[in-house]
């Protein structure tokens, strides 16, 4: 019986994406490096350490430990404007009703997540009550594709990984997720997202007795 889901946040259940390339760039900027749309792509499940790193190293610049603390800082005082001004209209499309279908056939759900600011964007847009853990970078020391972040979750839920259903919509989670032993969900296009046992290009088309079935097919 499938017991419990664990989402991703950005992509999967809301775009903050575009909040961080905004960022992101601003930052790039300052630097002088050029920073696309593609390379937002690539920061996909990262850290914001991992982020800045990979930033840093397209414009060969060294940087102390102290300066990188100070830009992240700074990318991330920018981003939480951005987020500030979020509600409830930016869940993407059928996240909120998944939810509710799954919390009312009693399946556990938690958030697994690198965001630190990931409660508060749940809180701005009317999700946060539904989850019953909420594991982020607050909480985790290895970014994906290392699987802490959700086998974390799966010990706050007492549950097995194979017992649960992780989306997400980046390589890094997809693998994260498959190496922690659980059933892995991509949200996007299945020729990027080729390692996950199932993909849907969004939420729109699932519920409940949906997840039901796939988990049953493979178990």
């Known amino acids: 019986m499938l017991k419990a889901c664990i989402f991703d946040l950005d992509g999967v259940l809301v775009d903050t994406a575009k909040y961080h390339f905004i960022a992101w760039q601003r930052l790039a900027n300052q630097l002088n490096i050029e920073f696309t749309e593609s390379d937002n792509e690539q920061l996909k499940g990262l850290s914001r350490d991992a982020s800045i790193t990979y930033i840093l190293n397209k414009g060969n610049i060294l940087l102390s430990e102290q300066d990188k603390q100070n830009y992240m800082a700074q990318k991330n005082e920018w981003y939480l404007a951005l987020v500030n001004t979020m509600d409830a209209s930016e869940s993407l499309p059928n996240a909120r009703e998944l939810l509710i279908t799954l919390k009312q056939h009693n399946v556990l759900i938690a958030l697994g997540s690198a965001s630190k600011n990931a409660r508060l964007i749940l809180e701005k847009t009317g ?61 996007g296009s299945p020729q990027i997202l080729t390692q996950a046992v199932w993909v849907y290009q969004d939420l729109t088309s699932l519920n409940f007795q949906a997840l039901a079935s796939l988990y049953n097919s493979k178990n």
């Open 127 to 187: 999700l946060l009550s539904y989850f019953d853990s909420i594991v982020d970078g607050t909480r985790t020391s290895k970014s994906k594709p290392d699987p802490e972040v959700f086998l974390t979750a799966a010990k706050d839920l007492n549950i097995k990984p194979n017992e649960a259903i992780v989306f997400e919509d980046a390589i890094s989670g997809i693998q994260a997720a498959n190496d922690g032993g659980f059933l892995s969900l991509g949200i």
